[in-house]
């Protein structure tokens, strides 16, 4: 891919499989999460409303492992990290994921588009607060004492994604739009790429072609604990 002007901003979007080789499961692949349970019966309000100790134990259970020390922000992580911090034309990175390996690596200027499994809302008085605990319908709200109110900070399908302003306004203004480990399923993230291609540069780095793949100027596939760091290093040079 041809270098871009150090002043020019980059946006990068990142999808579950920038976590895979943190041991986090994805959503589509063959041992994915969806093979596991139906996303209508865990990841909506119809679902939280109809069984929401179901979806807390859905939830209860990813926001545990994160916990487990085994699962650690890796090589790609750490390489956007520092090119977040040390690109000169500034670089948005606007993650899918609700774990906290992006945070954890030290990401400037992350949005949590579809939320964070770290974070807990109170459905009553509108509170975010960090949340590492299980939630159940007994948790009481720390803010307004209501019990039983608070819901994972995450978007479910059917849900407005967060700070979508800010995203659209990174999108208008970046030079270059790289897309990681996404599968190019889900809207309207899977939708950036059309909303930059003639205007902005755009490169996939994901195992295998996304759905949107031909949409973008250049893919590269494999793993992104190699193919990130070398993209990275493309850019400023070896760490
Ligand atoms: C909304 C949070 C509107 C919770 C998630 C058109 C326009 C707008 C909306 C829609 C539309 N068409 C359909 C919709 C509705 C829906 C949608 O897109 N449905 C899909 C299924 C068709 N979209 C929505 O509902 C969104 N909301 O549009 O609201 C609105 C308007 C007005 C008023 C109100 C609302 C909300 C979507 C957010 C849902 N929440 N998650 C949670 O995590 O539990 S989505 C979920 O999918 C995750 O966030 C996940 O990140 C996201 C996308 O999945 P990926 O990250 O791409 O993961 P996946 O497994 O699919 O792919 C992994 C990839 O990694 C693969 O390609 C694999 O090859 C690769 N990989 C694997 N290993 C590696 C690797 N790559 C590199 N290295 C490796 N080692």
Redesign the pocket.
């Known amino acids: 891919m041809r270098v871009i002007a150090r002043d020019a901003p980059i946006v990068v979007l990142t999808?579950?499989?920038?976590s895979?080789?943190s041991g986090l499961a994805?959503?589509?692949?063959k041992d994915?999460i969806w093979a596991k349970v139906r996303l209508e019966d865990v990841?909506t309000p119809e679902a939280f409303a109809r069984d929401p100790a179901r979806v807390h134990a859905f939830y209860n259970a990813r926001r545990r492992q994160l916990r487990d020390p085994a699962v650690q922000p890796n090589a790609a992580h750490l390489a956007l990290a520092r090119l977040s911090q040390e690109w000169p034309g500034g670089v948005t990175v606007v993650t899918?994921?609700?774990d906290d390996l992006h945070d954890r690596a030290g990401t400037a200027n992350l949005i949590h588009m579809?939320?964070e499994l770290t974070k807990a809302r109170c459905t009553a008085c509108g509170a975010v607060m960090p949340w590492l605990e299980d939630l159940s319908l007994d948790t009481r709200c720390p803010a307004c004492g209501a019990t039983g109110t608070l819901r994972p900070h995450?978007?479910?399908?059917?849900?407005?994604?967060l700070a979508m302003d800010r995203i659209y306004a990174a999108l208008d203004a970046c030079a270059l739009f790289v897309s990681?480990?996404?599968?190019?399923?889900?809207?309207?993230?899977?939708?950036f790429v059309a909303e930059v291609r003639g205007r902005a540069r755009t490169l996939e780095l994901?195992?295998?072609p996304?759905k949107g793949s031909q949409l973008f100027d250049e893919a590269i596939h494999g793993?992104?604990?190699v193919l990130v760091p070398a993209f990275v290093a493309r850019l400023l040079g070896p760490a």
């Open positions: 999808g579950a499989g920038i895979r080789e994805t959503f589509r692949d994915g990841a899918q994921n609700v579809h939320g995450v978007v479910w399908f059917g849900e407005m994604p990681i480990g996404t599968s190019g399923a889900v809207y309207p993230a899977a939708g994901n195992l295998e996304s793993p992104a604990t």
